[in-house]
């Protein structure tokens, strides 16, 4: 079982930019898809961005294609989401999850550890 522990969210204003860092520790992170997913107020919990292991198949939710872009460091265990133009439709706590595989996939049901979710605020 993973253990996976988000960092970098906060309150930005509207067109600026964070990076959000997922380490992941327990589990053989390097042969695994990896996940970015976020859950706003009153809403389900929507897929953001996955990358495979190796990190040759990336895939987007369409309301962030061209802003965000994950990539991952298999030494460090981290994968990343870099986050530009934000909007405050963006406001949502991030999770980052391991996959099941190493094949990208946008259902959280292909993910099986999650972690504990980081703040993202965009003020307009």
């Known amino acids: 079982q993973a253990q996976l522990e988000e960092s970098g969210g906060g309150l930005v204003q509207a067109g600026g930019s964070l990076r959000l860092s997922c380490a992941a520790s327990?589990?053989?992170?390097?042969?695994?898809?990896m996940g970015w997913f976020r859950q706003a107020p009153g809403k389900e919990r929507e897929f953001v961005a996955a990358?495979?292991?190796?990190?040759?198949?990336?895939h987007y939710a369409d309301s962030v294609k061209g802003r965000f872009t994950i990539s991952r460091d298999n030494a460090a265990n981290t994968v990343y989401l870099q986050m530009n133009n934000l909007k405050p439709e963006d406001t949502a706590v991030y999770y980052c999850?391991?996959?099941?595989?190493?094949?990208?996939?946008?259902?959280?049901?292909?993910?099986?550890?999650w972690g504990q979710g980081t703040q993202v605020t965009v003020s307009s």
């Open positions: 990358i495979s292991w190796p990190d040759s198949d990336l």
């Open positions: 999850a391991v996959g099941h595989s190493r094949y990208s996939s946008s259902r959280s049901a292909d993910f099986a550890s």
């Open positions: 327990g589990r053989t992170f390097s042969l695994y898809a």
